[in-house]
């Protein structure tokens, strides 16, 4: 992780702000799902917000999917929101396979930014419209079979959301 990524985002930054040129997106960078993970194990959960039509894209994306400007930034994110939809995943990936079945959901985070992932709770135990929290953990205090993990994911934390 570079000492960039450990000081705060802001738009100034050239770093974090586009329009970004092909050659500006590395393997680290924090417009990339590795980047994003970097992010995410350094405690900073971060979105790409297009300067052009305000979409914001969670993980960050070098370009907007909306309109395709190359023109983001980065910005920090709340780790809070409500879960605007929801299901049970009954035969998930091999590694996860021991947890089944899985609640996923999409969270709105209170900036509007979406972010999907697991909850920690039953399917009957979650609603349209409840509040979560987004809670990070390092891959080796999670149960899960690091085996099935592709070399670059290794070192990837998890995200959970948790009811409040």
Known sequence: MTDERNSP???A????????????ITADSPFTLPGFFDALADGQLVAARCTECETQMLPPRPACYNCGSRAVTLSDQPRTGEVISYTSVVRPPSAFDHLAPITVAVVELDSSARL????????EDVAIGDRVELRVHAPETVDIDSEFDLSYEEEWPLHVFELV
Not at 13 to 24: E, F, H, R
Not at 116 to 123: F, I, Y
């Open 116 to 123: 999907t992932g697991r909850v920690d709770a039953p399917l």
């Open 9 to 11: 985002m802001t738009d």
């Open 13 to 24: 930054d050239s770093t974090t702000t586009g329009p970004l040129a092909p050659d500006d």
